[in-house]
C-alpha cells in the first residue's frame, strides 16, 4: 500500500511512532501558512523546524497541509496524534478523502480515568504519585 | 523545498526568500539548533538536583530543552527518565519532574479547551474592568524601547534567540498587562510570534495565570524581586535605576496596580 507519513510540528522525532511502524513510507512536512500568519512566526521558528527537517527523511512543502498531502494521492495517510485544533481540522478534511491512521504519541505518564484540570494542584495530586511510583 | 545548505546563513537566505512576511517581521535566526542531535547534547546536559535550587535565577542551571519537547524531536517522557537516572533520590529530580508536568497539564487542558485558549478562562482578579486594557501592545515594548533595561533586554533576547528564561517571561508579562495595562492576548501574540517553544496552551495559559484570569490572584513582582534574581545585572545600569516603576513594597504596588477590596 501506499503510504504516506504526514509530520507535523508537534511529532518531529526521527524515532516518532509513525517512522517506526512504518519506516519504508514516504514523509511529507507541510508549513501551514496560515498557521504562520495567524501566529505572526518570524523566521526564527521557521529556521529551527526546517533544521530539524533536514536531519529527517521527509519532503518538505509550504501551503494549505491537507491540499499538499492529498497531491500526492496516498492511499493512506499515517500521522501521529495531537491536541493542536488545526491538527484536528486538518484531520477531518483528509478522513473525507482517504483512510487515516493515528498513532498514539508518546505520553508522559500513563494515566486512564478522568483528571480535573480546574488548577495545577488537582491534576498533580493524582498524577505525582504515578509519577515518582509512590 | 531544498534540503542541502552550505552553511546557516545560507539557509537563513534561503528561508528569507521562501518565507518573505516572516522575515520582514523578524529575520533574525536563533544561536539555537534545530534538530535531534542538538536535542540530545541540551538533554544530556540537564542537572535536575540543581535545577531544584536554583532555577529562579536567570543563571541557574536551567534546562533549555522546551523548544525541542514542544516539537516532538524530544518527548517528556524521555526528559522525565533521564532526570530521575541522574540523582539518587527521585525526589532530587522533583522540581524539575513537576516542570514537565506542567507542559502535561497545558497539554490536556488544550484538549478541552481547544481555540478557547484565546478567550479569558476566568473573570480577572483585579479589580478592573476588561476595558481597562490596551488592545494592542504599545511599539515602545515590542521594539524594546521603553527605557527600563530588564524589559529592553528581554525583548532583545526573546527578538535574537527566540528563548527567554522563566522567570523573564513571567516578569515581562506581568509588565505588559498590570503595570502597562495591556490585554494579555496582545503579548501572548508577540510571544508566539518570536519563541522557538511558541505553544498556545503553555504560553497562552501562562499568560492568563499572570493576568488572573487563571488564577486566584494577579501575579507582579517588585524591583528587588527582579534584583536578586538577576544579579542586579539590569538595575545596575538602568537608566530609571531607584525611580522605575517597579520600586517599592508589594503592598504599595497592589494598592497602585489593582482595585482588589479588602477581604
Known amino acids: 500500500m501506499n503510504e504516506l507519513i504526514w509530520l507535523h510540528p508537534d511529532c518531529l522525532a526521527a524515532d516518532n511512532p509513525a517512522y517506526l511502524k512504518y519506516p519504508m513510507a514516504k514523509a511529507l512536512f507541510v508549513f501551514d501558512e496560515d498557521e504562520i500568519e495567524t501566529e ?9 523546524l526546517y533544521e530539524t527537517l533536514i536531519e529527517l527523511p521527509a519532503e518538505i512543502e509550504r501551503g494549505d497541509v491537507a491540499a499538499k498531502l492529498l497531491a500526492r494521492r496516498p492511499e493512506k ?58 | 523545498m531544498e534540503r542541502s545548505f552550505a552553511s546557516r546563513q545560507e539557509l537563513a537566505e534561503y528561508l528569507s526568500r521562501e518565507f518573505p512576511s516572516a522575515a520582514a517581521r523578524d529575520g533574525q535566526i536563533s544561536p539555537i539548533a534545530g534538530g535531534r542531535e542538538a536535542g540530545e547534547l541540551a538533554l544530556a546536559a540537564i542537572q535536575p538536583d540543581r535545577y531544584g535550587f536554583n532555577r529562579n535565577y536567570l543563571d541557574g ?15 517528556l517522557k524521555q526528559a522525565k527518565e533521564l532526570a530521575f537516572s541522574k540523582v539518587k533520590d527521585r525526589l532530587h ?61 528581554f525583548v532583545k533576547q526573546l527578538r535574537a534567540t527566540g528563548y527567554l528564561h522563566n522567570h523573564s517571561r513571567m516578569w515581562f508579562a506581568a509588565y505588559v498587562v498590570h503595570f502597562r495595562r495591556v490585554r494579555w492576548q496582545a503579548g501572548a501574540l508577540f510571544f508566539l510570534s518570536h519563541l522557538l517553544d511558541g505553544d498556545p496552551a503553555s504560553n497562552n495559559l501562562s499568560w492568563q495565570w499572570v493576568a488572573s484570569t487563571f488564577s486566584h490572584k494577579p501575579y507582579f513582582f517588585n524591583r528587588e524581586n527582579l534584583e536578586k534574581y538577576t544579579h542586579s545585572v539590569y538595575c545596575r545600569t538602568c537608566p530609571v535605576r531607584g525611580r522605575c516603576d517597579f520600586e517599592g513594597s508589594y503592598e504599595k504596588l497592589e494598592e497602585k496596580l489593582f482595585r482588589i477590596e479588602a477581604r
Open chain 1, 40 to 48: 505572526q512566526w518570524t523566521l526564527k521558528r521557521i529556521a529551527f
Open chain 1, 77 to 134: 495517510i499515517v500521522t501521529v496524534e495531537s491536541i493542536n485544533p488545526r491538527f484536528r481540522d486538518c484531520l477531518k478534511q483528509l478522513e473525507a478523502v482517504v483512510p487515516v491512521e493515528v498513532l498514539a504519541a508518546v505520553a508522559f505518564v500513563d494515566y486512564r480515568g478522568s483528571l480535573d484540570l480546574k488548577r495545577f494542584s488537582r491534576y498533580w495530586k493524582r498524577v505525582e504519585p504515578i509519577v515518582f511510583d509512590k
Open chain 2, 61 to 75: 542551571n536551567v534546562s533549555r530543552l522546551s523548544p525541542y519537547i514542544r516539537h516532538g524531536i524530544l518527548t
Open chain 2, 93 to 153: 529530580a522533583a522540581k524539575f519532574v513537576t516542570e514537565l508536568a506542567w507542559r502535561d497539564y497545558w497539554q490536556r487542558l488544550y484538549q478541552t479547551m481547544g481555540k478557547g485558549v484565546w478567550e479569558d478562562r476566568e473573570d480577572l482578579k483585579t479589580g478592573l474592568p476588561a476595558g481597562a486594557y490596551a488592545e494592542k501592545l504599545p511599539e515602545d515594548i515590542a521594539s524594546g524601547e521603553t527605557g527600563l533595561a530588564c524589559m529592553d533586554a
